[in-house]
C-alpha cells in the first residue's frame, strides 16, 4: 500500500510518550485519537512490543488505510470510526483506562492529495471539505449560505486572514452569478479578490481561508477544548496525554488547558474558600512546545508549523 502521509514528530512522540515505567503495567492501553493512515500507531505498536492500541478516526476511508496498514498487528489494535470527542464522551468507566493518549491535529496529506473533497486549492474538486460524510454542512453550503460579514468574521477568526473583508465581499459577489461549488473556482476568486502584492507571498493567498472553511465546517475548534476535557478524565493516573499542533489557534486552546491542569488551585477566582484541595492535576512535561528538528523540516515540510506539548496526570478532578 502506498503511504501517502508522513507522521509528524515521530521520535519525539514515541519518547515523551513511552509507556516505560511502573505507572503502565505489563500491556498498557493507547488511545490514537487521530488515526489516519496509522503512522503514529505503527511506530507506537513497533517499538513497545506489550502495548495496544484503540484508534480513532471520523474518515472511514483513511481508516480503511491504516487498517490495512496496520493488520499485522492482529488483536494489539482495534479503531472506533467516529469523531473523537464522541468517543470519550461515552467512553465507560468500566473500560480500561487508557495510559497514553495522543492527538495530532493535522490534516493528512491523504485528505489533499487523494480524498477528492477539496481540501486543496490547487485541486479542480469539488467543494466539500468534510472529514466525516456524517457533517452536517459542506464547505459549498457554507459559502453559499452564510452572510457577508459572517463569511469574513469566520475567516479572520479561523484564517487570521487580513484581508478576510475583501475575499468574503469577493464571493458574495461571485456567487450571485453562479454557485460556488469547486476548490480552484474559490481559490481564483480569493486571488484576484486580494492586493497583486500579496499574491505573491510566501503562501498562496487561498490558503488561510481554506483552513477557516475546513475548521468551520469539521468544527475542530469548538471540539477541541471538550475532547482535551474528557480525554484527560478517562487517563489513567500516571497516564500521559500529547498533543500535536498545527496553528496557533489550536496552539493557545491546548496550551491555556495544560496551563489549567498543572495549577494547583482550580477553583473560580471569585469563591473565597479553596474547594479543590489545593493540588494540580498534571506536571507539564513540556514546558515549552516541542518543535521538529530541521532535519525533519528539510525531509517532510509540513512539518514545520509542528507544535506538541505534553502533560502527565497525577490527580484526579474533584470539581
Known amino acids: 500500500m502506498e503511504i501517502i502521509h508522513t507522521s ?17 503495567g505489563d500491556s498498557p492501553l493507547m ?6 493512515e496509522g503512522g503514529h500507531s505503527e ?21 480503511a488505510r491504516a487498517k490495512e496498514r496496520l493488520s499485522i498487528f492482529g488483536e494489539r489494535i482495534q479503531f472506533f470510526s467516529g469523531w473523537f470527542d464522541d468517543f470519550y464522551e461515552n467512553y465507560s468507566n ?46 459549498s453550503d457554507l459559502i453559499q449560505t452564510m452572510k457577508e460579514n459572517e463569511l469574513a468574521d469566520m475567516i479572520y477568526m479561523f484564517g487570521e486572514e487580513r484581508y478576510s473583508r475583501r475575499i468574503a465581499h469577493a464571493i458574495v459577489e461571485a456567487r450571485h452569478s453562479a454557485k460556488i461549488e469547486n476548490a480552484k473556482n ?15 507571498g510566501a503562501i498562496h493567498p487561498a490558503t488561510k481561508t481554506f483552513q477557516a472553511l475546513r475548521i468551520a465546517v469539521n468544527k475542530e475548534l469548538e471540539r477541541l477544548p471538550r475532547v482535551l476535557d474528557s480525554a484527560f478524565k478517562v487517563l489513567k493516573i ?11 489557534l489550536e496552539d493557545r486552546i491546548v496550551k491555556v488547558h495544560f496551563k489549567n491542569l498543572a495549577k494547583k488551585c482550580v477553583c473560580p477566582s471569585e469563591q473565597a474558600v479553596c474547594a479543590c484541595g489545593g493540588c494540580k492535576r498534571a506536571d507539564l512535561l513540556t514546558r515549552k512546545p516541542v518543535s521538529p528538528t530541521l532535519e525533519e523540516i528539510q525531509r517532510n515540510a509540513p512539518s514545520r508549523s509542528a507544535r506538541l506539548r505534553v502533560v502527565q496526570k497525577v490527580r484526579e478532578s474533584v470539581l
Open 8 to 24: 509528524v514528530l515521530l521520535n519525539e512522540c514515541l519518547s515523551y510518550l513511552s509507556p516505560d515505567g511502573e505507572n503502565y
Open 43 to 63: 511506530a507506537f505498536l513497533s517499538k513497545y512490543k506489550n502495548l495496544k492500541i484503540i484508534g480513532i478516526d471520523a474518515d472511514p476511508v483513511i481508516q
Open 31 to 36: 488511545i490514537d485519537s487521530t488515526l489516519g
Open 94 to 139: 468500566e473500560k480500561e483506562q487508557p495510559s497514553l493518549i495522543l492527538f495530532d491535529l493535522g490534516i493528512s496529506l491523504f485528505h489533499y492529495e487523494k480524498s477528492g473533497r477539496g481540501f486543496s486549492f490547487r485541486m479542480n474538486e469539488p467543494l466539500d471539505m468534510r472529514l466525516s460524510a456524517n457533517a452536517e454542512i459542506s464547505a
Open 238 to 248: 500516571g497516564g500521559k496525554l500529547g498533543v500535536i499542533t498545527f496553528h496557533s
Open 186 to 200: 474559490l481559490a481564483d476568486i480569493i486571488y484576484r479578490a486580494v492586493p497583486a502584492q500579496y499574491r505573491h
